[in-house]
């Protein structure tokens, strides 16, 4: 997993709440447990006018001109601003896959369903639990100006504005750790290996047996 420790990008307000799993990547296209490939059908229902289905060419397909994602002043966006209980739904992990393929790096939002926020932690895409008046501040700036970007200090735990105005936020000990380490769970294994081969090694001694 990447390391994840200083990151700068561009804003996209995504102004709704309750956003749901099966919004964020659609039921027919689970139809893969490789983390790739999922960028190009994300928000799928919203950001197309026609019915996707896999193996569709989505450079035939008609944009919603409408949807955030498909303005120009989005078009480079990799921290996406939303509101209250964003990823609720069901459990599907290709969710947070979706938005890191599409290039998505941080969530910001008031709050989260609890699986979907645990998902995102395990690929080193950081979801931020953000006041709602410090959010409102946010969609408004970034309404207001075009190319809007922030900084995301996970070492300090601030949000940098452009002016240098900071905004604190929260993250658990523990996930901090991992993200600026950029462990995943095969990670933190990964870390006991030569406890895990010593283990291994004793149990084959006093149990041959188990090894035939």
């Known amino acids: 997993m990447e390391k994840f420790q200083t990151f700068t990008g561009v804003v996209a307000p995504l102004d709704r709440a309750n956003v749901d799993t099966d919004a964020i990547i659609p039921k027919q296209f689970l139809k893969s447990i490789k983390r790739t490939g999922f960028g190009q059908n994300l928000f799928d229902e919203w950001r197309y006018l026609d019915h996707g289905e896999p193996g569709m060419d989505v450079s035939q397909r008609q944009l919603n001109p409408d949807f955030i994602l498909n303005l120009p ?33 941080v969530i910001i939002a008031p709050s989260f369903a609890d699986i979907f926020f645990n998902n995102c932690f395990k690929i080193g895409l950081l979801p931020i639990v953000l006041e709602v008046k410090f959010l409102d501040q946010l969609f408004r700036e970034v309404n207001q100006t075009e190319g809007y970007a922030l900084t995301v200090n996970l070492q300090d735990q601030v949000l ?10 929260t993250v658990d000990t523990f996930r901090k750790h991992c993200l600026l380490n950029g462990l995943d769970d095969i990670g933190l294994t990964l870390q006991h290996a030569e406890k895990i081969k010593a283990y291994e090694q004793k149990r084959r001694e006093q149990q041959p047996w188990l090894f035939v």
């Open 160 to 169: 940098i504005k452009s002016t240098g105005e900071h905004i604190p936020f």
């Open 73 to 105: 002043r989005y078009q480079s966006a990799s921290i996406l601003l939303a509101r209250d209980n964003f990823g609720c739904g069901s459990s599907r992990e290709h969710a947070p896959w979706a938005l890191q393929d599409y290039g998505f790096k």
